[in-house]
């Protein structure tokens, strides 16, 4: 896919979902009013949280703000396309209502992408506590590699956070958007598509501060590791390349592999004993499968 050729000034539309986290939201918009970059707007959308988040939101004087509130339905895909279809930006970024970015997040990855064109970007990301101190990622830090990175993405070797993506809103229509199906891992699924359709330019700087706290969405999850393997899972099925099908399918037995050992640990025995077996099918390593028992 051509890069594109924008304006020096191009309108960026910035979406952020949110539900009942109103604390969290007022400092993410801050952090977005802040920035050194200032031809944006902000599309919040709110899933049906409690009254005083649209009091408040609708009370702020900044005429870039728009508020769209719909009835709650826990879809975070679907508030992400929302808001996507209710701006007019020639690019895309997105924020979760608990993270912040840094003040020139917007103003360094357009002049990176005014060097070197491309039609996504993203860049380094750090995990904070709910007081905003760093602390480090229990994975550890991902490179920070441009380029067609599809295969760094299927193994992990590459990480592009939600909150440090900027996508041309014509290669974000065509790859049809944020999947409303997968109701996890959404962003990992959008990105692996976006991966497959054009290169990639890598900013290593931190743009973004994602919060780690009890409420996270990610926290809230109890089958984690599921809900990526029906991310793989859902991969080998809509891409025709068979090495990459190879990856995502190794992948996939991995993360069911450490699916088993949590449900063994909950004694939901006949749950896991079926992951093992598919793991073992989809050729996980011996090792890793062992390891469950140990």
């Known amino acids: 896919m051509p890069a594109p050729s924008h304006h020096i000034q191009p309108l960026i539309t910035i ?23 200032t031809n944006w707007e902000l599309i919040i959308v709110d899933d049906g949280s409690a009254t005083e988040t649209k009091e408040t939101i609708q009370s702020l004087s900044e005429q870039r703000i728009k508020l769209l509130s719909i009835p709650h339905c826990g879809n975070i895909a679907l508030l992400r ?18 993270d912040v970015w840094v003040s020139d997040r917007l103003e360094l990855q357009l002049c990176e992408l005014r060097q070197e064109p491309r039609c996504w970007s993203y860049g380094g990301s750090e995990l904070m506590d709910e007081t905003r101190q760093a602390i480090p990622f229990r ?7 441009s380029g067609w990175i ?13 909150g440090s993506l900027l996508i041309d809103r014509k290669l974000f229509e065509k790859i049809g958007g944020f999947n409303n199906s997968i109701k996890a891992r959404e962003d990992f699924e959008l990105t692996l598509r976006l991966a497959m359709e054009a290169e990639v330019l890598a900013v290593p700087n931190i743009l973004v501060h994602i919060r780690e706290h009890a409420e996270r969405r990610t926290n809230a999850f109890k089958n984690g590791n599921e809900r990526t393997a029906s991310v793989y899972r859902h991969f080998i099925t809509t891409c025709s390349d068979k090495k990459l099908r190879a990856i995502a399918q190794r992948r996939m037995a991995h993360e069911l592999t450490d699916a088993a050992k949590k449900n063994i640990r909950q004694r939901k025995y006949w749950k896991a004993t079926r992951q093992l077996t598919e793991a073992l099918i989809k050729r996980d390593k011996i090792k890793h499968i062992l390891s469950v028992f140990h």
């Open 15 to 37: 979406v952020i979902p949110t539900y009942n986290r109103l604390k969290f939201l007022q400092e993410a918009i801050a952090s977005v009013i802040a920035q050194t970059y």
């Open 81 to 98: 396309n929302t808001g996507v279809a209710a701006g007019s930006g020639e690019w895309l970024a997105f924020l979760d209502s608990d």
């Open 139 to 145: 994975a550890g830090n991902n490179i920070a590699l």
């Open 150 to 162: 599809i295969e760094d993405l299927l193994v992990n070797k590459v990480s592009a956070s939600i």
